[in-house]
């Protein structure tokens, strides 16, 4: 299995603060998941490609798109802000192969990420193609919601398939589920609210990553 990532989402974070909201948790981190919404392929919005640019921090961002059919420009400004990978859904495109390309075009790891409703049928033929998958575990579109335990047959399915692909979960994740994940075989585990939502996140990360183990 590949190596365990734990990506505090900003979502759950106070943005107005926000190089302020990544000191906290930067020593722990792998990763930076960042949420971008567009109120079309989910009902809220959120920040775009110049708030990433404000982003100060050596952690690689992971930026996931929540968005409709992203075109090759507007997927250029998160490559431009320093986005390390970009995750785009199978739902929101119509060819994903066409965003995919483009960015790994421009060497940013690719990933494509399902619904909880999804079948992971969907995605198989993107899976030689990219370097991540993302199976969410809530629908998209807000933080704090319940972990929708019937995913992880994909993630199970996806792991037979694929030893080697990195394989993140996105959504209610706390110790309990990143070990309910972790045990069906994902690799990255994203957290919000069980991490900004707490007073001392350096703790809240190491107690889910002590359960990984
Ligand atoms: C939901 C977002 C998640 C969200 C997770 O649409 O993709 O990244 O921030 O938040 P929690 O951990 O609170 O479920
Ligand atoms: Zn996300």
Redesign the pocket.
């Known amino acids: 299995m590949p190596k365990v990532k734990i990506a505090p989402?900003i979502?759950?974070a106070d943005l107005s603060r926000v190089n302020k909201e990544i000191k906290d948790v930067e020593k722990h981190a792998d990763l930076i998941?960042v949420?971008i919404?567009d109120g079309i392929f989910?009902p809220a919005a959120t920040v775009d490609s110049n708030f990433i640019k404000t982003i100060k921090t050596k952690v690689p961002l992971d930026v996931?798109l929540?968005v409709h059919e992203p075109s090759n420009s507007y997927i250029k400004g998160f490559i431009d802000a320093g986005a390390n990978s970009i995750t785009i859904h199978e739902e929101a495109c119509k060819n994903p192969s066409k965003q995919i390309n483009f960015i790994k075009k421009n060497k940013v790891k690719a990933a494509i990420s399902i619904k909880p409703k999804t079948p992971l049928y969907r995605i198989e033929k993107y899976l030689n193609m990219v370097g991540m998958v993302l199976i969410?575990t809530?629908?998209?579109?807000?933080?704090?919601?319940k972990?929708i335990a019937l995913t992880m047959s994909k993630v199970k399915e996806l792991r037979k398939l694929k030893p080697k692909l990195d394989i993140e979960v996105?959504?209610?994740?706390n110790p309990l589920t990143a070990r309910i994940a972790f045990e069906a075989g994902a690799n990255i585990f994203?957290?919000?609210?069980?991490?900004f939502?707490k007073k001392d996140r350096a703790a809240a990360i190491k107690e889910i990553s002590s359960t990984l183990k």
């Open positions: 989402s979502l759950s998941h949420d919404m989910v996931h929540m969410m809530v629908e998209p579109g807000y933080a704090g919601q972990f996105d959504g209610g994740i994203v957290a919000g609210t069980f991490i939502g």
